[in-house]
């Protein structure tokens, strides 16, 4: 049995803040498949800003807290990166097909 393959996956935020006037949101990372031993919290500052096409630039800030003098490497960090983006990319596609969905 690969309990890799067969572990429940999860992940608890928080959210922070939430500023309908200036497009942002905040939020916390506290729990879960994403926070290893050595990662207390991760946290994400983003904003929506318009486009001059009439779309909308989605503005993110993550910052990770490790716990003592823990090290994140930076192929670590690339991937993560390409995990975020692969799931913004999943979610614009559906909101461009399903254009009611958020409305």
Known sequence: MD???NRTCFAKHQVDEIDEKT????????EGNGISD???KVSY???FEGSSNGGTVSKMTTTIYT???FEI???DLKAGKE?????????????????????
């Open 23 to 30: 497009f942002t949101y905040k939020y916390t990372l506290i």
């Open 3 to 5: 309990t890799e393959q």
């Open 83 to 103: 995990k975020v983006l692969g799931l913004y990319k999943v979610v614009e596609a559906y909101l461009i097909k399903n254009p009611d969905a958020y409305v």
């Open 38 to 40: 050595n990662i207390e």
């Open 73 to 75: 490497k930076e192929e």
């Open 45 to 47: 500052d983003i904003k």
């Open 67 to 69: 716990r003592g003098d």
